[in-house]
């Protein structure tokens, strides 16, 4: 069964750095593009960052760029987020989630059940 | 940027059909797909490209997109369609992946 699980999700200090994780199983990792979305407090989904199956070409939100790294290993099926200058409004659970193989409008048709990141003095 | 415009809450009694719009920019050109989200969980995919569903939602689950309106049924709502639901594209153009802001379906 495919799956995904993240991890790393803490509380941590405004202008703080946190990495994330999340491991991949039951499915070809490299085949997929791979995604963090987020969902603050009360709020709706936000889209993160994205990286290529290699693991270039990453994108980011403007919300999080220059801050945020996405990243993968995939000898290890596992995908990072490394986040650097927390902010406040960074609070939010953080999901991973797959999108593919064929294209990238493809439906995020597999998401991890999320790892919450609290920025807060 | 491109925005997604969804109603806050949609109120159905069991057994009616639920409508859920969402609304952008030529929205018909684009690929649409639905999330449903329950309290504490992860979203899961209910409608892709517009109108197929993946293996395992039910056929009551339906879509449409046409113009500046993408629109997601569930007929013969039932108290365990109650949860958020979500339309999401990717915008070409800027590289962007865009979620609207989600609609509450409330069974009365």
């Known amino acids: 069964e495919a799956q995904l699980v993240e991890s790393g999700g803490d509380l941590v200090l405004p202008g703080g750095s946190l990495r994330l994780s999340c491991a991949a199983s039951g499915f070809t990792f490299t085949s997929y593009w791979m995604y963090w979305v987020r969902q603050g407090p009360g709020k709706g989904l936000e889209w993160v960052s994205r990286?290529?199956?290699?693991?270039?070409?990453?994108t980011y939100a403007d919300s999080v760029k220059g801050r945020f790294t996405i990243s993968r290993d995939n000898a290890k099926n596992t995908l990072y987020l490394q986040m650097n200058s927390l902010r406040v409004e960074d609070t939010a659970v953080y999901y991973c989630?797959?999108?593919?193989?064929?294209?990238?409008?493809?439906?995020?048709?597999?998401w991890g059940r999320g790892t919450m990141v609290t920025v807060s003095s | 940027s491109y925005v997604l415009t969804q109603p806050p809450s949609v109120s159905v009694a069991p057994g009616q059909t639920a409508r859920i719009a969402c609304g952008g920019n030529?929205?018909?050109?684009?690929?649409v797909h639905w999330y449903q989200q329950k309290p504490g969980q992860a979203p899961m995919l209910v409608v892709y490209?517009?109108?197929d569903r993946p293996s395992g939602i039910p056929e009551r689950f339906s879509g449409s997109n046409s113009g500046n309106t993408a629109t997601l049924a569930i007929s013969r709502v039932e108290a365990a369609d109650e949860a958020d639901y979500y339309c999401?594209?990717?915008?070409?153009?800027?590289?962007?992946?865009?979620f609207g802001a989600g609609t509450k379906v409330t069974v009365l």
């Open positions: 989630a797959r999108v593919g193989p064929a294209a990238l409008d493809d439906p995020f048709d597999l």
């Open positions: 990286v290529h199956r290699d693991g270039n070409r990453p």
């Open positions: 999401q594209v990717w915008d070409s153009s800027s590289d962007v992946y865009v």
């Open positions: 030529n929205i018909g050109d684009k690929s």
């Open positions: 490209d517009d109108s």
